[in-house]
Structure formats: C-alpha cells, structure tokens
C-alpha cells in the first residue's frame, strides 16, 4: 500500500489486511446518457481490487489457473452511495473479513481520493474452484495466512 497510507480515507478502514489501488476514472468507463461511472465499470473496479490483492498475497489467477484452480464469485452485494465522472480519482480499498475452508467474503470500498465517504461499499463472496472437477476445494494455509493477516 505504500504510498497510499498517508490518503486519510483509508484511516476510518481496518487497521490490517487493507489492500488499496488508486484509479483514475476514464472516458469508456462512463454511460453515454448520464455521464458517470456505469455499473459495468464499478463490477470491474470491484473484480479488478480483488484479484491485485489475490495477486499480492501469492495467489494470482495466473498461477492459480496453472495449476488448476480459479477463485469464482458465488455472490456479490452492491450499494451505490455516490457518483463518478471521467478524470474522478478514486481509491480502491478491499479486505477479507472471513476466510473459510473453501470461500472468502471480503469487503470493498470505493472513494473519492479525499473523501471521507465512499461512494460504493461492496460485499463479495468468493469461492476457489478446482477448474477439472468445478468443486469448491480448500484455500492452501500460507494463503490463508497472507490474505487474512493478524
């Protein structure tokens, strides 16, 4: 998270375990008739923070597509609380707040970079599949451990 400690929405989050990407809201991510950030872009923001954080604590869909996994989403729960436009800076802060044997809920939020509110918080339930067999199969310990610190 580096450079992103000193941003102080990120104060009122969890003291451990935040992961945070900042992003600049584009042209294409916004709808044609009312121009801010439509709700396709949001789910992206939403998939894109979660798997840099999969990716950050050693579990990437890269390496875990080679070996035959793939975290899938079993539910995602969405609350619109604000508005972006193209040039917005936004943070994008998530966590996991319960790890099972097979699945992880995290939480996200989505901020104006200096915004004390966010104008998405998100909930997301997340299973890890064996991609042969389209079971859910136990997430490894030194994952685990990475994703939900103490």
Same mark, same amino acid.
């Given at each position: 998270? @580096?450079? &992103?400690?000193?941003?102080?929405?990120?104060? #009122?989050?969890?003291?451990? =375990?935040? +992961?945070?990407?900042?992003?600049r809201v584009t042209e294409h991510e916004t709808s044609a008739l009312v121009?801010?950030? @439509? @709700? /396709?872009?949001?789910l992206g923001w939403i998939d894109h923070i979660a798997s840099a954080h999969g990716a950050a604590a050693g579990a990437s869909r890269e390496a875990l597509?080679?070996? =035959? !996994?793939?975290? +899938? /989403?079993? !539910?995602?729960?969405?609350?619109?609380?604000?508005?972006? +436009? #193209?040039?917005? %800076?936004?943070? &994008?802060?998530?966590?996991?707040v319960k790890l099972g044997r097979t699945s992880l809920e995290r939480e996200t939020r989505i901020f104006h970079r200096n915004a004390p509110e966010p104008i998405v918080r998100a909930c997301s339930r997340w299973a890890l599949v064996d991609?042969?067999? !389209?079971?859910?199969?136990?997430?490894?310990? %030194? /994952?685990r451990a990475r994703l939900l610190p103490r």
């Open positions: 998270m @580096n450079s &992103l400690t000193a941003i102080p929405v990120l104060t #009122a989050l969890p003291t451990t =375990g935040v +992961f945070a990407l900042e992003h121009p801010h950030a @439509n @709700n /396709v872009a949001i597509a080679q070996h =035959g !996994r793939m975290w +899938f /989403v079993a !539910r995602h729960d969405i609350e619109y609380l604000g508005e972006s +436009f #193209a040039g917005d %800076d936004l943070i &994008l802060a998530t966590w996991v991609l042969a067999t !389209r079971k859910p199969i136990a997430i490894e310990d %030194d /994952v």
